[in-house]
Nanobody, 125 residues
Framework: QVQLVESGGGLVQAGDSLTLSCAASRRTFITTAMGWFRQAPGKEREFVAAIRWSSGGTYYADSVKGRFTISSDNAKNTVYLQMNSLKPEDTAVYYC??????????????????WGQGTQVTVSS
């Protein structure tokens, strides 16, 4: 069974940067694509960004395009989410997810089979 462990969350001020990490216990067919989602209190989980291990292809939600960058380190089985120019509305629990990459871009929750436990990001104004 694949496990995903997120880290790097915290409390920052508006305009600051933060990098989240997601370490996969191993690479399998259900981690062909990796994604980041977030869920703010009282709101539904929403897609943030996705990447394919093999091609490095990426896809972003419009709300984060130009501010966030998703990347991967194949040797470390780790995916990163670099978040710049953070805004208070970016405050949420951020989840890492692994999927088969059958549907690309994979921006729906049901495109993913395995999820991490989440890491809190709080942006103060």
């Amino acid at each position: 069974q694949v496990q995903l462990v997120e880290s790097g969350g915290g409390l920052v001020q508006a305009g600051d940067s933060l990098t989240l990490s997601c370490a996969a216990s191993r690479r399998t067919f259900i981690t062909t694509a990796m994604g980041w989602f977030r869920q703010a209190p009282g709101k539904e989980r929403e897609f943030v960004a996705a990447i394919r291990w093999s091609s490095g292809g990426t896809y972003y939600a419009d709300s984060v395009k130009g501010r966030f960058t998703i990347s991967s380190d194949n040797a470390k089985n780790t995916v990163y989410l670099q978040m710049n120019s953070l805004k208070p509305e970016d405050t949420a629990v951020y989840y890492c997810a692994g999927g088969r990459g059958i549907n690309w871009p994979s921006f729906r929750s049901y495109h993913y089979d395995v999820w991490g436990q989440g890491t809190q990001v709080t942006v103060s104004s």
